[in-house]
């Protein structure tokens, strides 16, 4: 059983800067690949981006290359996000969702676990 929560979103200015984390509970975070995935009022659920359970690969929407970068630290159970050059289309909730059974990333049934959410708004 792994719990997931978010932090670090916000009101930030078009252009803007925000670092997300996610906190894992649980002895085995470093088996899991972790991925983001962010949801915008009215429309479903997005894949963002994801990092392998060894920060091996990792893998983006063409939406967010070159903008976002995913890392992770195992000794610490963390996930991050650093967005920047954020656009008003970034606006969402973003979660963080865990993954063990293999490397398909884009897939959002392949994560068992999932956080709660945490609200980003980019201002225009």
């Known amino acids: 059983q792994v719990q997931l929560v978010e932090s670090g979103g916000g009101l930030v200015q078009a252009g803007g800067s925000l670092r997300l984390s996610c906190a894992a509970s649980?002895?085995?975070?470093?088996?899991?690949?972790m991925g983001w995935f962010r949801q915008a009022p009215g429309k479903e659920r997005e894949f963002v981006t994801a990092?392998?359970?060894?920060?091996?690969?990792?893998y983006y929407a063409s939406s967010v290359k070159g903008r976002f970068t995913i890392s992770r630290d195992n000794a610490k159970n963390m996930v991050y996000v650093q967005m920047n050059s954020l656009k008003p289309e970034d606006t969402a909730v973003y979660y963080c969702?865990?993954?063990?059974?293999?490397?398909?990333?884009?897939?959002?049934?392949?994560?068992?676990?999932w956080g709660q959410g945490t609200q980003v708004t980019v201002s225009s």
């Open positions: 649980g002895r085995t975070f470093s088996s899991y690949n």
């Open positions: 969702a865990a993954d063990r059974t293999g490397w398909r990333p884009v897939v959002e049934d392949e994560y068992e676990y």
């Open positions: 990092i392998s359970q060894n920060s091996g690969r990792t």
